[in-house]
Nanobody
Framework: QVQLVESGGGLVQAGGSLRLSCVAS????????MGWFRQAPGKEREFVAG????????DYADSVKGRFTISRDNAKSTLYLQMNNLKPEDTALYYC???????????????WGQGIQVTVSS
C-alpha cells in the first residue's frame, strides 16, 4: 500500500520561500513519475510540477515556472518542491501524487498524500 506524507508547509510573506517534502513508502519509486498538485478554496485541483523517472526531465505549470523547482531523492523515496518568490495566489492545499504504475504519466487512479497548507500573505 502506497503512502505519501507531505511536510514543510506553513505561512509565509509574499516574496518568501518554502520547501515542501513528500516521503513515499510502500514501493520502490525510482521508476515512477512523481508530482505536486494544489487546490485553492473554490477552485479545482491543478497541476503544479512533475518529475519523470528519466533523470533531469521535469515539467511545470506556467504560473510557477522560474519560481518553483521540483526534485527527488530516490534513495530516500522523497519528493521535494522548492518554492521561491511566493505570491498570495500560490495559497492552496498542496498534494504530492504518484501514478498507479511505473512508467505512467497520468496520475489518474494513482496515490495521493493528505495535502499540506501553504498560505502566502501580502
Amino acid at each position: 500500500q502506497v503512502q505519501l506524507v507531505e511536510s514543510g508547509g506553513g505561512l509565509v510573506q509574499a516574496g518568501g520561500s518554502l520547501r515542501l517534502s513528500c516521503v513515499a513508502s510502500g514501493r520502490t519509486f525510482s521508476s515512477y513519475a512523481m508530482g505536486w498538485f494544489r487546490q485553492a478554496p473554490g477552485k479545482e485541483r491543478e497541476f503544479v510540477a512533475g518529475i519523470s523517472w528519466i533523470v533531469g526531465r521535469t515539467d511545470y505549470a506556467d504560473s510557477v515556472k522560474g519560481r518553483f523547482t521540483i526534485s527527488r531523492d530516490n534513495a530516500k523515496s522523497t519528493l521535494y518542491l522548492q518554492m521561491n518568490n511566493l505570491k498570495p495566489e500560490d495559497t492552496a492545499l498542496y498534494y504530492c501524487a504518484v501514478p498507479g504504475a511505473p512508467y505512467r504519466r497520468s496520475y489518474e487512479g494513482g496515490s495521493w498524500g493528505q495535502g499540506i497548507q501553504v498560505t502566502v500573505s501580502s
